[in-house]
């Protein structure tokens, strides 16, 4: 019986559309390759749909989403003047963004930090701290601490205004995400470094006795403690001794643009934000105004995105691998777009680097 699939797409703002575009077309080709059928339905989200319904995160793409059975988004959000335009509470991260993430639960972020050695002339770094190329795996719990904490600003007596933001977690939040990324580290190479703070925050105090509770069941998984300032400098300085890292919400954010950094671009970092019932898959990157309408955006991010959709949501993960694989031949051969540029690249449109990917799909599928 064919599997059908019914996908709830959000192509977001500024490039959004345009990176969109190149990796719904990877459906296409699945459909035609093998037994599975993809129903899209396309829907607002982020500044536009503010502008033209008056959310962001309107109740007909609640309702679409709701009913799908995996999310595909792109980046949302205008530049910083542009945003003014939109009420605070309506902006897209917070009205868009923050609200999918709560409305699904999706606690555990998988942003895979990955660069394969032929690709290393995009990365920053020099090529014998690079290796044999970059493979980590950085979990991000998703929807506590300082995101979703308890906030209020006001005067106090002394006349100052002030602000409170409170990091807050319970035990529950904590090991479903701990218990998620012990579970990657145990089919990858049984190695989890777990970042924290613990020399100041509370907060990774009780995350790190969470920790040694979760770890109890998975002895055979090797637990690497390291404070979050010292996992920035390391992730610079050799990267190649991380497979798995886990991390809070904010922490996350911080380092996994990091990741990106050390790979060349955010442009290379797809992500899976993962719930008990449902997955939304997306860009780690933002919309990129700045780059917008010019046809020059990699859509590798978003075609990552698909393709972690195709491995984490409906097992398809020999059709993930090879998705994975045409964009890195296409790398590969030298091509690139005028974002991700590096020495000794042809440069090519997002339309043709998407043409290029597709049919080296239709070639290894
Ligand atoms: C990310 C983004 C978001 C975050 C913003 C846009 C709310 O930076 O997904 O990393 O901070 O989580
Ligand atoms: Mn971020």
Not at 102 to 112: D, L, M
Not at 262 to 278: F, R
């Amino acid at each position: 019986m064919t599997n059908a699939y019914k996908i709830a797409v959000l192509p977001g703002d500024a490039i959004g559309p345009e990176i969109m575009a190149q990796a719904v077309r990877v459906f296409d080709v699945l459909q035609q390759k093998r037994d599975v059928s993809f129903e899209l339905i396309t829907a607002p989200f982020g500044a536009h749909a503010y502008f033209e319904e008056g959310k962001a995160f309107p109740d007909s793409t609640k309702a679409i989403c709701d009913e799908a059975d995996a999310i595909l988004k792109g980046p949302v959000g205008l530049s910083h003047e542009e945003s003014k335009k939109i009420p605070v509470e309506e902006q897209a991260e917070r009205g868009a963004i923050l609200p999918l993430r709560a409305r699904y639960n999706t606690f555990a972020n998988f942003r895979p930090i990955t660069l394969s050695k032929d690709m290393a002339h995009f990365s920053p770094l020099k090529p014998e701290i690079i290796k044999d190329g970059i493979d980590i795996l950085l979990i991000r719990e998703l929807v506590g601490g300082l995101y979703f904490g308890k906030k209020d600003r006001g005067v106090n007596e002394e006349g100052q205004r002030y602000v409170h933001e409170i990091l807050e977690y319970t035990e529950q939040q904590i090991r479903q995400v701990l218990i998620v990324a012990f579970e990657q580290a145990r089919k990858r190479k049984k190695r989890l470094h777990n970042i924290h703070k613990s020399n100041v925050l509370m907060s990774s105090v009780f995350w790190n006795e969470v920790l040694e509770e979760v770890h109890q069941d998975y002895q055979d998984v090797e637990v690497i403690h390291l404070l979050v300032d010292a996992a920035a400098t390391a992730l610079c300085l050799n990267p190649g001794q991380f497979d798995v890292m886990v991390m809070e919400n904010m922490f996350g954010d911080i380092l996994s643009d990091q990741g990106g950094g050390i790979l060349g671009s955010l442009g290379l970092m797809p992500s899976a934000c993962i719930g008990p019932e449902k997955a939304y898959y997306e860009p780690s990157h933002g919309s990129a105004p700045d780059i917008a309408g010019k046809n020059i955006a990699n859509p590798y991010s978003m075609i990552g995105s698909v393709a972690m959709m195709l491995e984490m949501s409906f097992n398809m993960e020999a059709e993930a691998a090879l998705v994975w694989q045409a964009m890195k031949n296409v790398f590969e051969e030298g091509y690139s777009t005028a974002d991700l540029s590096s020495n000794d690249v042809q440069l090519v449109s997002t339309d043709e680097f998407g043409d290029k990917v597709i049919a080296k799909l239709e070639e290894l599928l």
